[in-house]
Nanobody
């Protein structure tokens, strides 16, 4: 079982900054990677950034250079630092940890989703 705690959403003016945090509690299997998705009203959920336990990172083109994803000592705590925020960044942001379940040839990925945290960028 995996438990997810998201925090850090809120309202900021354009140009402002926010930090989102995702804390993942696991019992047996390790977390392989953590993704942050976002969903704006009336739009599809899209990938914003991800980080793997090997520290590989990836960003959506529209946030490249403004957002930074990082982890603490383990990938069970991941931050998404967002700066120079724009109104188009307004969305519900979801943490999506990927658990690596099983052993050897039986190993497979299992996705979990947080409840989401709202980020509003408005003047």
């Amino acid at each position: 079982q995996v438990q997810i705690e998201e925090s850090g959403g809120g309202s900021v003016q354009p140009g402002g900054s926010l930090r989102l945090t995702c804390k993942v509690t696991t019992t047996i299997y390790p977390i392989r990677s953590v993704n942050w998705f976002r969903q704006a009203p009336g739009e599809k959920r899209v990938l914003v950034a991800y980080i793997t336990r090997e520290d590989a990172t990836h960003y959506r083109e529209s946030v490249e250079g403004r957002f930074t994803i990082s982890r603490e000592n383990t990938i069970n705590t991941v931050h998404l630092d967002m700066k120079s925020l724009k109104p188009e960044d307004t969305a519900v942001y979801y943490c999506n940890p990927v658990e690596e379940v099983g052993w050897g040839a039986q190993r497979r990925d299992v996705d979990y989703w947080g409840k989401g945290t709202l980020v509003t960028v408005s003047s």
